[in-house]
């Protein structure tokens, strides 16, 4: 099972009322994994003030936001989890992606809602950002639902290019074996084969329930024990249906989509507005960041605080 060493959550002006917390902390304990808690405070724009000036200028709004933090976390530290929490200055999106980066996080969750910027503007959310731009998986819990996660789905679609598909495919299925073992969930598959037509020849079908075959296999995962559709269409324009009953949705970040079977390569974005049940987004094994998250490192809060009952 794929275990989580370091998550990061973005406690948006350390917002108690999301789940988002709740699922971290209980991923957490699940993994024994160490929690780093994170609030970003506004910065001026680039080439302005500097963050370090922001920082000095608003210290109580700082030691405000800190202390929000803490209260936030205090039922984390209270079961034994090691909880860290920081304020950061900057571009939300920014910072949780350069924080990611420095401390080699493997997993990054956020509430659905969290977002900067114009109200409604959704090339400004900070969601969306992350989804196409963080390094790790990242996990955008939608509603404020805390009972028991029932099924998962894992997604993952059929593509002729089988050296780079499968390695794709299987990260999806490994993370969301990981997620249905650590709640004791139905683990439910839909392998979209792309645009069924009349070249589509039994020959092509046979070959890819082999491969799906193969998949299932290497993740010790079988259709006697799950259930797995197999649909003729791309994951991307059957996603909807299939998530009605789900509560979690795990897939890559490319997959096939659209009438011309053309890769889109936002589609974690694109199945975020299409569904109501939270998206785990499974990265590319060495994603490369771009080069402006790599720049000066981000001034924080009075360093760290720190706790672990």
Excluded at 143 to 157: F, S
Excluded at 271 to 292: F, H, N, Q, W, Y
Aim: proline fraction near 4%; charged fraction near 25%.
């Amino acid at each position: 099972m794929r275990r989580f060493e370091s998550i990061l959550l973005y406690a948006n002006r350390g917002s108690s009322s999301c789940a988002s917390l709740h699922w971290a902390l209980a991923l957490a304990a699940e993994n024994q994994a160490l929690l780093h808690v994170v609030d970003v405070l506004p910065g001026a724009k680039e080439g302005r003030v500097s963050a370090r000036s922001v920082l000095q200028s608003r210290r109580s709004e700082v030691a405000a936001r800190l202390r929000a933090l803490g209260r936030l976390v205090e039922p984390g530290w209270r079961r034994g989890v090691a909880v860290q929490v920081e304020v950061l200055v900057g571009r939300p999106f920014v910072e949780i992606i350069r924080a990611v980066l420095r401390h080699g996080h493997d997993l990054v969750v956020l509430n659905a809602e969290a977002q900067e910027g114009r109200r409604g503007d959704p090339q400004r959310r900070t969601g969306v950002h992350l989804l196409r731009d963080c390094p790790c998986p990242v996990w955008v819990v939608k509603g404020d639902r805390r009972d028991p996660y029932r099924r998962v789905l894992a997604a993952v679609d059929a593509d002729e290019d089988w050296s780079g598909a499968q390695r794709e495919s299987l990260r999806v299925l490994e993370f969301a074996k990981s997620v249905a073992e650590s709640g004791d969930c139905e683990l439910r598959i839909v392998y979209g084969l792309g645009h069924w037509s009349s070249d589509f020849s039994v020959r092509r079908l046979d070959r890819h329930n082999s491969r799906l075959d193969q998949l299932l296999q290497r993740c010790d995962l079988s259709r006697a024990h799950h259930r797995v559709f197999i649909e003729s269409e791309a994951v991307a324009d059957v996603v909807a249906d299939l998530c009605a009953e789900v509560d979690v949705l795990v897939m890559g970040t490319v997959w096939r989509g659209g009438a011309a079977g053309v890769l889109v390569a936002d589609a974690a974005q694109d199945a975020l507005a299409r569904v109501d049940c939270s998206v785990l987004a499974v990265k590319p094994e060495g994603l490369i960041t771009p080069p402006r998250f790599s720049g000066r490192p981000s001034s924080r809060a009075g360093g760290v605080t720190s706790r672990a009952a």
